[in-house]
């Protein structure tokens, strides 16, 4: 009994994370920004030679399961990670609820977005400046959100991971230098905008800590004013830790984003192995408020 209480309790806290932002002030629509990192969510098959050999490609039936949290979710535009091209996408956001944006680049794990269909949005070019030369890291996938009120700039990444907290300057770890590279590109994007005058939210896996007076951040804060919802937050996801899934808002959009409306879907099945079959990410959903 107390067992299946504890699942019940779960189960209500998956679906409490999956809700809808609150309803925006008068005037207001309201729109729901997620990030969710997917973990090799490949159609290729085990022993592919573009997958490291230790890599376990989802089958038809995990995929299918992911493709029901992403309902729940019920996100407006999510923000991907690790994602092998349009129809591995397709596969957990169906084409007739979702238009999918990947980048261009050549490798398995790629960024994009999935947008809601009814929203209209303008690809830009992808951000190949987080694609260091010799790296093969991730481009970014940049997007513009449209409505008749105005437009919101968007920045789907996937940064580089190794360098979770420790010093940028760090050169034992050779992640870290890397990783202050991206954030050197990062800081141009969003000086660009805030030049432009452009509303915009920068989404994804950063592989950062972003707590405690980081540098990372703080360096970020430099190009522009920002606002972090998972700033000061631990994540509930897989037992719980700091986040290294943030949304980011900066210009207009830090007055657009609805206070408490910070969100982790967490997945009802809890042994190892689906956390394998699943994603060793949860999905992360902020609330925002556009303004006619």
């Given at each position: 009994?107390?067992?299946?209480?504890?699942?019940?309790?779960?189960?209500?806290?998956?679906?409490?994370?999956?809700?809808?932002?609150?309803?925006?002030?008068?005037?207001?629509a309201?729109?729901?920004?997620?990030?969710?990192?997917?973990?090799?969510?490949?159609?290729?098959?085990?022993?592919?030679?573009?997958?490291?050999?230790?890599?376990?490609p989802?089958?038809?039936?995990?995929?299918?399961?992911?493709?029901?949290?992403?309902?729940?979710?019920?996100?407006?535009v999510?923000?991907?990670?690790?994602?092998?091209?349009?129809?591995?996408?397709?596969?957990?956001?169906?084409?007739?609820?979702?238009?999918?944006?990947?980048?261009?680049d050549?490798?398995?794990?790629?960024v994009?977005?999935?947008?809601?269909?009814?929203?209209?949005?303008?690809?830009?070019?992808?951000?190949?400046?987080?694609?260091?030369?010799?790296?093969?890291?991730?481009?970014?996938?940049?997007?513009?959100?449209?409505?008749?009120?105005?437009?919101?700039?968007?920045?789907?990444?996937?940064?580089k991971?190794?360098?979770?907290?420790?010093?940028?300057?760090?050169?034992?770890?050779?992640?870290?230098?890397?990783?202050?590279?991206?954030?050197?590109?990062?800081?141009?994007?969003?000086?660009?905008?805030?030049?432009?005058?452009?509303?915009?939210?920068?989404?994804?896996?950063?592989?950062?800590?972003?707590?405690?007076?980081?540098?990372?951040?703080?360096?970020?804060?430099?190009?522009?004013?920002?606002?972090?919802?998972?700033?000061?937050?631990?994540?509930?996801?897989?037992?719980?830790?700091?986040?290294?899934?943030h949304?980011?808002?900066?210009?207009?959009?830090?007055?657009?984003?609805?206070?408490?409306?910070?969100?982790?879907?967490?997945?009802?099945?809890?042994?190892?192995?689906?956390?394998?079959?699943?994603?060793?990410?949860?999905?992360?959903?902020?609330?925002?408020?556009?303004?006619?």
């Amino acid at each position: 009994m107390r067992r299946n209480r504890m699942r019940r309790a779960l189960l209500a806290f998956a679906l409490l994370a999956a809700g809808l932002a609150r309803p925006g002030p008068a005037g207001a629509a309201e729109l729901k920004l997620s990030t969710w990192n997917l973990e090799w969510l490949t159609l290729r098959p085990a022993g592919d030679p573009a997958l490291p050999a230790d890599v376990r490609p989802k089958l038809p039936a995990d995929r299918a399961l992911l493709r029901h949290y992403a309902a729940l979710l019920a996100a407006d535009v999510v923000a991907l990670q690790e994602v092998d091209g349009t129809e591995a996408a397709a596969t957990v956001f169906p084409p007739d609820r979702y238009a999918l944006h990947l980048t261009g680049d050549a490798v398995v794990q790629r960024v994009g977005f999935a947008v809601r269909r009814g929203l209209a949005f303008t690809p830009n070019p992808d951000f190949t400046a987080l694609d260091l030369p010799g790296s093969q890291l991730r481009s970014g996938a940049d997007i513009t959100l449209h409505w008749p009120g105005g437009r919101l700039r968007l920045l789907s990444v996937h940064l580089k991971q190794g360098c979770r907290q420790d010093k940028l300057t760090d050169r034992v770890r050779a992640a870290c230098p890397l990783l202050r590279a991206q954030l050197a590109a990062l800081q141009g994007w969003v000086a660009q905008r805030r030049a432009d005058g452009e509303p915009f939210a920068l989404m994804g896996d950063f592989n950062r800590w972003m707590d405690g007076g980081d540098a990372f951040y703080a360096a970020l804060q430099q190009a522009a004013p920002l606002l972090r919802p998972t700033e000061g937050r631990s994540s509930p996801c897989w037992g719980g830790g700091g986040f290294i899934d943030h949304i980011i808002a900066g210009g207009a959009a830090r007055g657009w984003v609805q206070a408490d409306t910070l969100r982790v879907l967490v997945y009802r099945e809890t042994d190892e192995a689906a956390q394998t079959r699943l994603s060793d990410h949860c999905p992360v959903s902020v609330g925002f408020a556009l303004p006619d």
